[in-house]
């Protein structure tokens, strides 16, 4: 609308509109505020999982601590070995003597008892082998001292001639005094053989087994 203003000296108009109200500006930060920027939501999200993965590690590592330090059986912990410069086959340990010390069946038992051994026994073709080379002639611990043609190791069990490997033509008791056992490795005359008991030859100790 149209205003006039009239005195003695001039005349003066002014033209006034309608008044209208504008809405007044957000604040940037406001707006902000009400929606969140994409941004600021993949952040969130990878620090929610990062704290989760922490949290997962965590448990982990408890649970291992726990199984570690848990007891274990003796079997696990614990470490079955021979004695320095003794053999080892199955569950038990192996000691053949030198070249320059050689015994009689006797002396040679006695000598092994002193080391908390014996006289090897053998018991399968297995350990046969496994004895078999290391040495031409060898003590073992058989006899048949009690009865002729029964021979029983240095335990009291019966030698199982079927179930091991003797010499050709052995035990045959020649001189009729062969009475000791002992191992042949030598040309065409290899296993099991019989032998005088007063004879000094090499021997063979064996004993189980010991816990480190």
């Not at 003066?12 to 007044?24: A, L, M, N, W």
Request: glycine share 8%; net charge negative.
């Amino acid at each position: 609308m149209a205003v006039s203003f009239h005195s003695s000296d001039s005349h003066i108009s002014y033209e006034v509109g309608d008044y209208q109200q504008f809405p007044k500006p957000e604040p940037e930060d406001a707006a902000s505020e009400k929606t969140p920027k994409p941004e600021l939501k993949h952040f969130s999200v990878v620090l929610l999982s990062f704290g989760l993965l922490c949290v997962l590690q965590g448990i982990l590592n408890i649970t291992l601590r726990l199984a570690l330090s848990a007891p274990t059986d003796k079997c696990e912990t614990e470490e079955e070995r021979c004695p320095q410069g003794w053999l080892m086959f199955g569950s038990s340990c192996y000691n053949i003597s030198s070249e320059r010390n050689r015994l009689s069946w006797d002396d040679s038992r006695r000598v092994c008892r002193q080391r908390g051994a014996d006289l090897v026994i053998i018991n399968s073709r297995q350990e046969q082998a496994f004895l078999t080379g290391f040495t031409m002639q060898a003590w073992v611990g058989m006899t048949d001292r009690e009865e002729e043609g029964t021979w029983v190791w240095v335990d009291g069990t019966p030698v199982n001639k079927d179930g091991l490997i003797w010499a050709p033509g052995q035990p045959d008791d020649a001189f009729d005094g062969e009475d000791c056992g002992d191992l042949r490795t030598m040309i065409d005359f290899i296993g099991l053989n019989d032998v005088s008991c007063s004879v000094r030859i090499r021997w063979i100790c064996e004993k189980n087994l010991t816990v480190a």
